[in-house]
């Protein structure tokens, strides 16, 4: 028998595009919502409580009240936004966090899906702080790019509609200056950090995509290591992935520059480690699509973890 998914807010950015990810999928039997009703408690309520599987698309204080308004205990959860990433009671779903993430995520009843910046920082620094060659009270500093998709309805209409009020016409845009950016938790206590990274957003003109860029002066670290030091430990940590790759390099064949859009209408992660040994300097970067990887992508590769089919099925 399908599994019946209900997608609460799956006119969102995000939602749109897991629906477009599960129709067709006889494995699913998807429950929609009267959309004159979206905002009706009871109709959503039903819902919420006649499936199987839940996917929430919404902002946090939303997502907090429908998880409240379940009440059939067989009811799993995904929940894609902010509001339980740290939470003690819910699964991480990172699978490839570590060793036994996919195996978590499969067992759980409530998943929090992770943040499109957070896949691509902890992607690169949780196994290198696992494997010992970044201290966890070591100060570290994020920098990255992102499409404007990202930033929601709002925000892509801002972008896209010259003359309209609020129209961006900005090139690059950086933002979250009071260095107080709501992923910040979520990325020290997935990367496995003792202090908050300093985290430095921006947002691009252009639609999808994102870059994850963590500079680390090595020849201040214990031990000192090199680029290949790092390299390796992620290659190691990754092997056998079906969607995060470590594009090994050498120092003279590393490419002279990335592009934040490669990866858009994919589930991938592409993690790189860029250095001058002689300066004693690294640079770890991450590619992905943020609406992919970050955002819908993750939630079907959680779903289908959580109902035993293949971690790949439909992506």
Request: hydrophobic share 40%; net charge negative; glycine share 10%.
């Amino acid at each position: 028998m399908a599994t019946k998914v209900f997608i609460d807010g799956e006119a969102g950015t995000t939602g749109l595009q897991i629906r477009q990810r599960l129709d067709g999928r006889a494995e699913f039997d998807l429950l929609a919502i009267d959309p004159a009703r979206r905002k009706d408690a009871s109709a959503r309520g039903e819902l919420l409580n006649a499936a199987d599987m839940v996917i929430l698309c919404l902002p946090d204080a939303a997502a907090r009240e429908a998880v409240a308004l379940i009440e059939n205990p067989h009811t799993r959860v995904i929940d894609a936004s902010t509001a339980y990433r740290t939470a003690s009671d819910w699964t991480y779903g990172f699978p490839e966090m570590t060793r036994t993430q996919a195996r978590q995520i499969a067992e759980a009843k409530r998943v929090s899906n992770p943040g499109c910046y957070p896949t691509g920082f902890i992607g690169l620094v949780r196994p290198l702080v696992e494997a010992g060659l970044i201290p966890r009270d070591w100060p570290i500093t994020v920098n990255a790019i992102s499409g404007y998709s990202g930033g929601g309805r709002n925000m892509i209409a801002a972008y896209e509609t010259p003359g309209a009020p609020g129209y961006i016409d900005d090139a690059y845009r950086p933002y979250a200056l009071g260095l107080a950016h709501k992923h910040v938790p979520e990325m020290q206590t997935h990367g496995g950090l003792d202090h908050p990274p300093l985290f430095a957003p921006s947002v691009g003109r252009f639609a999808q995509g994102m870059l994850v860029a963590v500079p680390l002066h090595t020849w201040a670290m214990p031990g000192r290591p090199g680029r290949r030091d790092l390299q390796d430990a992620l290659v190691a940590h990754y092997e056998g992935s079906a969607f995060v790759r470590v594009i090994a390099q050498t120092r003279d064949d590393a490419p002279e520059t990335l592009n934040p859009q490669a990866l858009n209408g994919t589930n991938r992660l592409d993690l790189y480690v860029f250095g001058n040994d002689e300066t004693g300097q690294v640079q770890l970067l991450a590619v992905l699509d943020n609406l992919g990887k970050g955002a819908s992508g993750a939630a079907v590769q959680n779903l289908n973890l959580m109902c035993g089919l293949p971690e790949a099925a439909g992506l």
